[in-house]
């Protein structure tokens, strides 16, 4: 339980002024509210996900004199090829997105996972990545999307080459609205995928073989 507490802050609900940043580029989704913000903010107590905890020990109280208490990170895995994947959470001060003359609140909690598997083999060559990220309030949309194609892979000049087999790609992303512990997140999943089988005119496409994200981040708040 923690300890009852009363501030005045500077007079918008924080212990300090928060950053504004422009970002007409950006498109806000699922953006907290001002009492969702501060709830993140005065709240926070620990964030896990895969392995990685950031838990920086302090009373809500705390943030009156050291607005800062609250901000650090921590990472677990590693993201090298068929190594299983990395996770980081973090947290950060709070701040806001000025877009289109509009100003929305951000959060400053976030987790990310980011891991491929790949191979190089006789018969082809294929790398298959995936990262998933938890965000506030604002992100970007990938301006290099396509849906899986597969196609023939040839050799030698035209025109007529040989077709030696299939090249496939992919690059996709899916973006969504959720709610960890009554705090409002983007949740963005992005893969990518380039394979090559050799394996002549008569040989089947290559599939992706994505890595698989273990569970789904926890987020802790303090009580009273």
């Known amino acids: 339980?923690?300890?009852?507490?009363?501030?005045?802050?500077?007079?918008?609900?924080?212990?300090?002024?928060?950053?504004?940043?422009?970002?007409?580029?950006?498109?806000?989704?699922?953006?907290?509210?001002?009492?969702?913000?501060?709830?993140?903010?005065?709240?926070?107590?620990?964030?896990?996900?895969?392995?990685?905890?950031?838990?920086?020990?302090?009373?809500?109280?705390?943030?009156?004199?050291?607005?800062?208490?609250?901000?650090?990170?921590?990472?677990?895995?590693?993201?090298?090829?068929?190594?299983?994947?990395?996770?980081t959470v973090r947290s950060l001060l709070p701040g806001i997105?000025?877009?289109?003359?509009?100003?929305?609140?951000?959060?400053?909690?976030?987790?990310?996972?980011?891991?491929?598997?790949?191979?190089?083999?006789?018969?082809?060559?294929?790398?298959?990545?995936?990262?998933?990220?938890y965000l506030s309030t604002l992100y970007s949309k990938d301006s290099d999307l396509s849906a899986y194609e597969c196609v023939n892979e040839t050799f030698g000049p035209p025109p007529n080459p040989e077709i030696i087999g299939k090249l496939a790609t992919e690059k996709i992303q899916d973006v969504s609205s959720v709610t960890i512990s009554g705090i409002p997140f983007i949740k963005i999943v992005e893969k990518s995928f380039r394979g090559t089988l050799y394996n002549g005119s008569s040989g089947s496409c290559p599939t992706p073989d994505y890595p698989t994200v273990s569970g789904e981040p926890s987020l802790t708040l303090h009580i009273y």
């Open 97 to 133: 997105y000025r877009v289109g003359g509009v100003n929305y609140y951000r959060h400053g909690i976030s987790m990310s996972f980011v891991a491929q598997n790949t191979s190089s083999l006789e018969e082809g060559d294929q790398r298959s990545q995936i990262s998933v990220s």
């Open 1 to 87: 339980m923690a300890t009852p507490f009363t501030a005045l802050g500077k007079g918008n609900g924080f212990s300090s002024c928060l950053t504004v940043t422009n970002a007409d580029n950006g498109i806000v989704l699922n953006a907290p509210s001002l009492k969702q913000t501060m709830n993140a903010y005065w709240n926070f107590k620990s964030v896990s996900w895969g392995g990685a905890t950031f838990e920086p020990g302090n009373e809500p109280k705390d943030l009156i004199c050291n607005p800062s208490a609250n901000v650090g990170s921590a990472s677990s895995g590693d993201s090298a090829p068929n190594q299983g994947g990395s996770f």
